[in-house]
């Protein structure tokens, strides 16, 4: 008896001193008359009279709803809880890819976000890994005025035009690709120097022996995205 209840007063004491890991939603909605399924990571203890910043997150790969998971999961979820950050990843409608035809949900996607969710500085980060890293530079450039820092792990814009190029001049921006990624890494250093010339914010990572997965950003290495969204704030307004 006295076993037993030991176990449970130290089974009680757990659940108390455990915090609840944060929400993830599963929505759908019509955004200029496309159906569109996505997912919102709400940070532990979620208030929505409460504003918090906010990453649009694109997913690799075909951006089904199963690769969106993945990529919530080891590379968003556990620090979005740990510091406060809501997330929102779509899947690609009717798989068209989101720097291809799936593009047309926005900017309407991105207004009702904003209505749904008090977003700091009414201003989202993106971010995405390989063809959701360049959906992120897509989208950014199209509408800027919609985000306040740019992440590619791996990803670069395309194509660069002048205008496209300048339409990212406001935002921070971050590249991170693997080192044995030789077609990805030759594109993103020639961007990186372009936008340096420039005098953009931009940093360049070659990640020491990854290829194109990124394993060094996945899991607890997230937190090195997190320090670019944090960065951000501070030095991107």
Known sequence: MRTSLAVAIVLSFLVLATPANAEIVARTGTFSGIVVNYKVVLPTGYDPAQTYPAILAFAGGG???RIVDNVLENHFRSEAERRGY???SAAAPNGKLFFQEGDKIFPAFLDQMLKTYKVETGKFHIAGRSN????????AASYPA????????????QPATTVRVEALRPLCMYMHVGEKDPGWRQAM?????????KGF???????PGQEHSLETLA???????FDHFDDAAQNCK
């Open 219 to 225: 899991g607890t290495g997230s937190k090195t995205l």
């Open 189 to 197: 250093k020639q961007q990186y120097d372009l936008f340096r010339q």
């Open 146 to 157: 919609y985000f306040r820092s740019l992440t590619g792990f791996p990803g670069f814009l």
């Open 132 to 139: 959701g890293g360049l959906s992120a530079f897509h989208i």
């Open 201 to 207: 914010r931009i940093s360049y990572a070659v990640e």
């Open 86 to 88: 809501i997330v929102i």
């Open 63 to 65: 951006q089904e709803m």
